[in-house]
């Protein structure tokens, strides 16, 4: 996703006027008018430029570089046109302002790494969103997690969990221009935080998107080892299964294997009697005739989803009437015995992925 676009009135550079981020402009644009009574000048387009392309974020080195000038920072602060999430680090509020978190995410970890330097890049937690790995708790919209090696003495930042974790240039990686630790030291040091629910729920979600392959898994078990909860990690592993596409698959799951009911197959395909797709299914358990499905929050409770279901439903049926479906929710998550119980369950209107 690209950086939000200036607001009305904000000048930027034209397309062959490309500012470097912390370099100086070689002629700072200003707009050509003052504001009336006071003589106040308006912020320059080149500095507008470089927060546009850092999510709405600028270093005061960067701002400087463009020609503005301490007292410009104090007047945009204290008028609220800009804030200070960081020391030494502005942002720009009309560039800010998307609601979308993942946008809000982007603008935190580019603004705390603004403020650590160009020793430091997201990890943990904060990489993992970064990389969209799916399964952890939601973003407080505050704490991002950088990382700093050999940081020696622990510096304290506002809204910034800091580590020191040893990592070597080779783990490091850009994306959509922050720096970051790659997928898999991302999910090493992630799993070490988080208890097995979730840690399994990431496993799967690296696999599904490719962003680890199964031949990596064991690389990153041995270079976790010797680290506070590497023996539990390389237990989790065992129940990790890529064919999941969601961490409420992953969750379901891991009810049924530690009842004792693990699914047969995964997205598991049904035919018609001409050879046809008629839908695929999260869990199939053969020996039941029983269905799972995942009901998640998400397009399948639209309309025309929800038409394009029941006739998936309807052919199911024809071509495989000794089937059972049952369907399971969040909620069935705050009482196992639910998903546990749902074997039992008689035929119900449920949503066939696909």
Request: glycine fraction near 10%; include cysteine; proline fraction near 6%.
């Amino acid at each position: 996703m690209n950086p939000p676009e200036p607001q009305q009135g904000l000048r930027t550079p034209g397309p062959g006027a490309s500012v470097a981020p912390g370099r100086p402009a070689s002629a700072p644009q200003r707009s050509n008018a003052l504001s009336a009574g006071r003589g106040t000048r308006t912020v320059p387009g080149a500095a507008l430029a470089i927060a546009a392309r850092q999510y709405g974020v600028l270093s005061w080195a960067q701002a400087g570089s463009t020609g503005v000038t301490k007292s410009d920072v104090r007047r945009l602060v204290r008028n609220g046109e800009w804030g200070r999430p960081h020391t030494g680090v502005y942002s720009v509020r009309t560039l800010t302002a998307s609601p979308d978190t993942k946008t809000h995410l982007r603008t935190a970890a580019m603004a705390a790494q603004l403020a650590l330097g160009p020793n430091s890049f997201a990890g943990g937690e904060t990489a993992a969103r970064l990389w969209e790995m799916q399964g952890l708790p939601l973003w407080d919209g505050r704490t991002v997690h950088m990382v700093i090696p050999a940081l020696g003495a622990q510096r304290h930042h506002h809204r910034i969990t800091l580590h020191s974790w040893p990592t070597s240039p080779e783990e490091v990686t850009t994306l959509h221009g922050i720096r970051l630790t790659n997928p898999g030291r991302t999910l090493r040091d992630t799993l070490l935080r988080v208890d097995r629910e979730t840690a399994v729920c990431l496993m799967d979600s690296v696999l599904h998107q490719g962003l680890v392959l199964d031949d990596e898994i064991e690389e990153l078990e041995l270079a976790n080892r010797g680290r506070r909860g590497c023996v539990n990690v390389r237990r989790w592993w065992r129940l990790a299964d890529g064919r999941a596409e969601s961490p409420l698959e992953t969750r379901v799951r891991l009810i049924c294997v530690d009842g004792g009911i693990p699914p047969t197959d995964l997205q598991h395909r049904f035919l018609d009697g001409h050879g046809r797709a008629i839908g695929v299914a999260d869990f199939w358990w053969e020996e039941q005739q029983l269905i799972g499905e995942a009901d998640g929050l998400g397009p399948h409770s639209l309309p025309q989803a929800l038409l394009r279901d029941r006739e998936r439903q309807n052919a199911l049926q024809r071509w495989h009437p000794g089937v059972r479906i049952v369907r399971f929710t969040w909620q069935d998550l705050e009482h196992t015995e639910n998903v546990l119980k749902g074997q039992g369950a008689t035929l119900e209107v449920v949503s066939i992925n696909r």
